[in-house]
């Protein structure tokens, strides 16, 4: 099997970390190096001295060394520019939601009060995405099962998995259009999630 980019990640990760790659996974690296021009200054001599003083080197200084190596190359550049790529579209995002607090305070006052809104926030809410039928259903059908005293006092839920677990059924089965129950908590699912479906 090709020695691939990803092996390489890997075994520089592991080698950064102070790990052995043994003789064989290390003339892979060094080779794939080569290859694409990345500079490993002292990789050669690390690699062929003793396990024990191997482990006395400093993994951390070794792999900031590597790391700055790997960035010099054009697979580094690369990652350097989608690192910039991505903080400029978190900024633009950021800048959109500022934006949509100025232009509707209304909506975030009622939302946070006088508070200021942090930044995390503001995404949140303008992210903020509608209901799906299905979610809505779900909503509806735990409601159900919450009034309702098959799982634990009406008002509390004592086994929410089990819940869960029935409304999606009675969910699935409204969908496919089965036979409605007719009693029991099921059939009280049914009915509170009818009009979704």
């Avoid at 060094?30 to 490993?40: N, T, V």
């Avoid at 690369?78 to 607090?101: D, V």
């Amino acid at each position: 099997m090709a020695y691939t980019q990803s092996d390489f990640m890997k075994d520089l990760a592991i080698f950064s970390a102070g790990g052995i790659l043994g003789p064989t996974r290390t003339r892979k690296l060094l080779g794939y190096a080569a290859r694409k021009g990345i500079q490993l200054a002292g990789f050669g001599a690390r690699a062929a001295a003793p396990p024990l003083t191997r482990a006395a080197t400093n993994p951390y200084l070794a792999g900031a060394a590597l790391g700055g190596a790997a960035l010099q190359t054009p697979q580094g550049q690369q990652l350097l520019e989608a690192a910039a790529e991505h903080g400029r579209q978190s900024r633009i995002l950021f800048e959109r939601a500022q934006q949509e607090i100025m232009t509707q305070p209304a909506q975030f006052e009622a939302a946070f009060g006088s508070a200021p809104v942090s930044a995390r926030q503001a995404v949140d809410i303008v992210r903020k995405r509608p209901l799906t039928a299905f979610n809505k259903a779900v909503k509806a059908g735990m409601a159900a099962v919450r009034k309702s005293t098959s799982n634990g006092k009406p008002g509390k839920i004592t086994k929410p998995r089990a819940a869960l677990a029935l409304v999606s059924k009675v969910i699935s089965n409204k969908k496919k259009k089965r036979k409605a129950p007719k009693s029991g908590v099921r059939g009280k699912v049914y009915r509170a999630i009818r009009r979704f479906y």
